[in-house]
């Protein structure tokens, strides 16, 4: 099966320039690498929702923290927070692939009544025992996660107090899980209106953005799976990743180590120009 991974890089706008200089800037362009990308300038890391994509997103760091190519700030949605709120809690990505490869299903399955299969206790209690630690204030990089509010029906972004709460409820898939409580109101997962997880990035902050393709006929439908069109980004997409899910846990390691190879070859690839959409694109077959 062939395996596609594409990268696209979003430059900033400029303004008017000579012909001159933009024969340069493409040229400079047409030479750089997502490894060279990353060294150029410090970066933000940005995971995105994708069900039970941890797995993916544990093989992507994984090669950032070899590489020493470590984000300035970190966000998520739904399994983006959870693996960067654990990243930057102090988990090194050695410590997060034995938790994800050694994770059974008997270790988040409790059923109860209520708006979810899942009451979520033990989801809540394993999370807590392997952050490194409590409040986003002694997280080691700056993180920001999403989780969608009931009440205000809308995502709502998190980077401050407790830690746990809010990745738990970036990640409360819903009909799987029941909501997570938090200050009186009830959460669900953060990809229900922010699947990409940028919410909370700031115009113009450079960002490396690693985006899980849905397989949902729907969302694809309404548009609610593309790449966010953003400048100073590039994006990372690996294709034909193996599904994972609650009663297919085995496939999670498989997922990470086609992540890990694809994002290690990723790096030496090249970001190739696609003036028409003022975006560049690097793709590579297997």
């Known amino acids: 099966m062939l395996s ?6 979003s430059p900033p706008a400029s303004s008017p320039a000579s012909s001159a200089s ?6 400079s362009l ?11 300038e410090p970066f933000s890391l940005c995971l995105s929702s994708g069900f039970f ?11 950032l923290e070899e590489e020493g190519l470590t984000p300035k700030r970190l966000y998520g949605s739904s399994a983006g927070a959870l693996v960067s709120g654990l990243w930057a809690s102090g988990v090194s990505a050695t410590t997060l692939r034995e938790a ?7 270790d988040f399955w409790d059923p109860g009544l209520g708006m979810g299969l899942l009451k979520g ?6 999370l807590e025992e392997l952050l490194g630690c409590e409040r986003f204030e002694e997280t080691r990089y700056p993180l920001s996660v999403t989780a969608f509010n009931i009440y205000k029906c809308r995502g709502v972004v998190f980077n401050q107090g407790p830690l746990a709460p809010a990745i738990r409820a970036s990640c409360t898939f819903p009909g799987l899980f029941q909501p997570k409580w938090i200050n009186g109101a009830p959460y669900l997962d953060g990809g229900i209106t922010d699947r990409s997880g940028t919410l909370g990035i700031s115009n ?17 439908a309404l548009g609610l799976t593309h790449i966010p069109d953003r400048s ?7 294709r034909d990743l193996p599904r994972c899910g609650p009663h297919r846990l085995e496939h999670g390691p498989r997922a990470y180590e086609i992540a890990r190879q694809q994002m290690r070859d990723a790096l030496a690839l090249p970001l190739l120009p696609r003036i028409a959409q003022e975006s560049w694109l690097a793709q590579l077959l297997y």
Do not use: P
Request: charged fraction near 20%; include cysteine; charge should be positive.
């Open 30 to 40: 047409e030479t750089l690498t997502l490894g060279d990308w990353l060294k150029l």
């Open 53 to 63: 994509g941890f797995f993916a997103h544990a093989g992507v760091i994984s090669i």
């Open 121 to 126: 206790s033990l989801f809540d209690q394993r």
């Open 232 to 238: 100073h980004q590039v994006a990372l997409c690996l």
């Open 100 to 106: 994800l490869v050694d994770l059974d299903r008997a």
């Open 4 to 9: 596609h991974m594409s990268l696209v890089h």
């Open 204 to 220: 113009g902050e450079r960002v490396f953005y690693h985006h899980l393709a849905s397989r949902s006929r729907w969302r694809n």
């Open 22 to 27: 933009l024969s340069s800037r493409q040229e």
